[in-house]
T-cell receptor, first 114, second 111 residues
Framework: DAGVTQSPTHLIKTRGQHVTLRCSPI?????VSWYQQVLGQGPQFIFQ???????GRGNFPDRFSARQFPNYSSELNVNALLLGDSALYLC?????????????FGPGTRLLVL | GENVEQHPSTLSVQEGDSAVIKCTYS??????FPWYKQELGKGPQLIID?????GEKKDQRIAVTLNKTAKHFSLHITETQPEDSAVYFC??????????FGKGTKLSVKP
């Protein structure tokens, strides 16, 4: 059984560019969450989606946006990249995104902004 | 705001010894507390979790305890092995159903 998959694994961009990261949840899971992990820190919550609707949003600027597709996969978009956006971007999936549900993480996409 | 504090930031033990990592959380409404292990270059992997209707949970060499009154929870690893070396994160559920993570503990197990 495949776990959470993310693409690409690594990405290098320059300041001002935009980036799209992709995530496929575990089969049967309908909720996807996105987290940003800066080196040496714990993951920080960006978005949660359930059934294509945004259910929660963390303290990130409007340059960050996301969406979820009918097959429950998701994209995270970041516009006008800044050096500080360099991080590991993690996707997590769960059945319903409930408060006591286990979230399973993918391997992440490592973004470097130069 | 919602916050999780984790201690220590680094922990070094001899193989076979026990390791304990402690966390405190701020939101008394939190009722789910997972622990993740993250190896270099990989995403966090769930190792154990506890829900607020229990005070302790054990899975082989790993145990977690929860004190809701004090808003503390801890991870205990017994008979540590070199392959236990990794960064461990505690987390609590926030008001949006999101996970709020501690800053991590780098565990080194020396053979």
């Amino acid at each position: 059984d495949a776990g959470v998959t993310q693409s690409p694994t690594h990405l290098i961009k320059t300041r001002g560019q935009h980036v799209t990261l992709r995530c496929s949840p575990i089969s049967g899971h309908k909720s996807v969450s996105w987290y940003q992990q800066v080196l040496g820190q714990g993951p920080q919550f960006i978005f949660q989606y359930y059934e294509k609707e945004e259910r929660g949003r963390g303290n990130f600027p409007d340059r960050f946006s996301a969406r979820q597709f009918p097959n429950y996969s998701s994209e995270l978009n970041v516009n006008a990249l800044l050096l500080g956006d360099s991080a590991l971007y993690l996707c997590a999936s769960s059945f319903y995104g409930g408060a006591v549900e286990t979230q399973y993480f993918g391997p992440g996409t490592r973004l470097l902004v130069l | 705001g919602e916050n999780v504090e984790q201690h220590p930031s680094t922990l070094s033990v001899q193989e076979g010894d026990s390791a304990v990592i402690k966390c405190t959380y701020s939101d008394s409404a939190s009722n789910y507390f997972p622990w993740y292990k993250q190896e270099l270059g990989k995403g966090p992997q769930l190792i154990i979790d506890i829900r607020s209707n229990v005070g302790e949970k054990k899975d082989q060499r790993i145990a977690v305890t929860l004190n809701k009154t004090a808003k503390h929870f801890s991870l205990h690893i017994t008979e540590t092995q070199p392959e236990d070396s990794a960064v461990y994160f505690c987390a609590a559920v926030g008001s949006q159903g999101n996970l709020i993570f501690g800053k991590g503990t780098k565990l080194s197990v020396k053979p």
